[in-house]
């Protein structure tokens, strides 16, 4: 299967200029802080150069996208969204990471596709770097890059956006973290989350389809829809799943997530500052059986560790830092 940046390359060289118009005024994601990125970071911390923390195969992403020799995860530094229990939190809010050329970037997809043998590549909170991705995707084409690119996404997207998102994107990895204005305020600092996630996810899904898998079950095409679990909200998630399944159907894949554990500034918020119990959990998985989802998948509530948490003070960052990046 050809990826989409590869069919679909003139089209996005193209759009290469309106993306590097998003640096003069930004409204890439729904703030649409219109930070003249040239000058002052926007929002979410994204500047005039792309910022990676961490790259690496990376194998606690869903089976069909980490397989056997990993996913080839990108973190990229930043999030449009403020979320009180982040586990990405250093790189998230305190925008750990380093700025990288788009040629160096272009090098770290060849090196995660030739050197690590990774499926895919896997753009982890990639939106506010799209002006830079995109070039770095083409001219990694040219150089022999050839696997499926996987967005790994908070869902927080404008319809605008995935238009240029669809043309590159054969996998998409998104959230739904609320289904309640109430819930995504209090807790990620983005009351508008549910409109413009679930339109999202609607247009992912109208594009991309449930999913096209290698004989292996690699998934080569599709969308994901993940959501994580938070203690003392269990309602708010039994209501968002009732509602995936009712727009989406029983055949949409869904990854439903306990593997939440207590960082960031849920340490120091009550209702937050706990794992999941096992009732909780047991009204979630008697809630999935009710709807009858036929694909997806479920964390088992030993999965409320750090052990899920990626490091980001790795040997491969520090190896740009050493260059003088």
Known sequence: MVPRYIKNRERLRALLPELKRHLEGCSLCPRRCQADRR??????????????????????????????????NVFFSGCNLTCLFCQNYEISHKHRGVSLSIEELADIFLRLQNEDRTHNINLVSPTAHLPFIVPALLLAAEQGLNIPVVYNTNGYETLESLEIIALFTDIFLSDLKYISSESSGELSGAADYPHFAWKAVEKMIAGNGFGLFTDEGLMQEGVIIRHLVLPGYIEESIRLLEEIRRCFGKY????VMSQYTPVWKAKDTPSLNRPLNEKEYQRIITTIEKLEFENGWVQGLESSTEEYIPHFFSEKVQLFERKGV
């Open 252 to 255: 949409v894949p869904v990854s």
């Open 39 to 72: 000058v002052i970071k926007g929002l979410c911390g994204a500047g005039d150069q792309t910022a990676v923390a961490l790259f690496q195969p990376f194998f606690y992403e869903e089976p069909p996208i980490s397989g056997g020799r990993g996913a080839g």
